[in-house]
């Protein structure tokens, strides 16, 4: 069985997110077909979403300007599931704390923009996330904060006392990059945990 899987490819690791979709698939026997999507008219055909980071204002513009916000939403209306990390974390919010982020109300939550620090206060950090048996080691890039979670939305992880990955619906929403090990547990649990037999 193939999935097909979109990953807006407008900035952030692509390349990395792809690899991380196809090594979960493939965990429960399936092959992942992976799209780029730059353009509106991919995201109706796609089974699973990821918007991975890069800056925030840029990415809202694009989506908006390209049509791709829409069908974003309208993925996500349908149940369909979708991973957000970093930036597209805070573009999936609904609110991102500054009026040049178009977000795009997804994620009940308000996010703080690189509330964890600038590049030079990066770092790795073992996350207990519900879901996982074992500790995920989170890469914090730049790393936005979740400042406050509504009650469509749930907490999967918390450091420092903060928020730091949220699942509202089909759509986890993450502050740190988990494409950059080589553990696919975080796109298995977004993509494959409860949403298996939907496709």
């Not at 097909?4 to 490819?9: D, E, M």
């Not at 699942?167 to 080589?182: A, I, M, N, Q, R």
Request: net charge negative; aromatic share 4%.
């Amino acid at each position: 069985m193939t999935v097909n899987a979109g990953v807006v490819a407008v900035q952030g690791d692509v390349s990395e997110h792809a690899e991380a979709i196809r090594s979960a698939a493939n965990s429960h026997g399936m092959d992942a077909d992976v799209t780029e999507i730059r353009r509106s008219g991919i995201v109706p055909d796609c089974d699973i979403l990821l918007m991975p980071g890069g800056e925030s204002t840029s990415i809202s513009r694009l989506l908006a300007r390209e049509g791709i916000d829409a069908e974003i939403q309208d993925h996500v209306d349908a149940g369909k599931p979708m991973l957000a990390t970093c930036a597209g974390l805070i573009v999936a919010s609904m609110d991102a704390s500054d009026d040049r982020v178009e977000t795009l109300n997804v994620i009940d939550a308000t996010v703080d923009r690189n509330a964890f620090g600038r590049q030079k206060d990066s770092f790795e950090a073992p996350l207990d996330v519900k879901g996982l048996d074992e500790p995920f080691p989170a890469v914090f890039i730049r790393a936005p904060l979740i400042a406050d979670v509504g009650g469509d939305a749930e907490v999967l992880a918390t450091w420092d006392g903060n928020p730091v990955a949220v699942k509202d619906g089909p759509v986890v929403g993450t502050s740190f990059h988990p494409e950059l090990t080589s553990d696919s547990r975080i796109h298995d649990l977004a993509f494959f945990g409860t949403q298996e037999a939907t496709f």
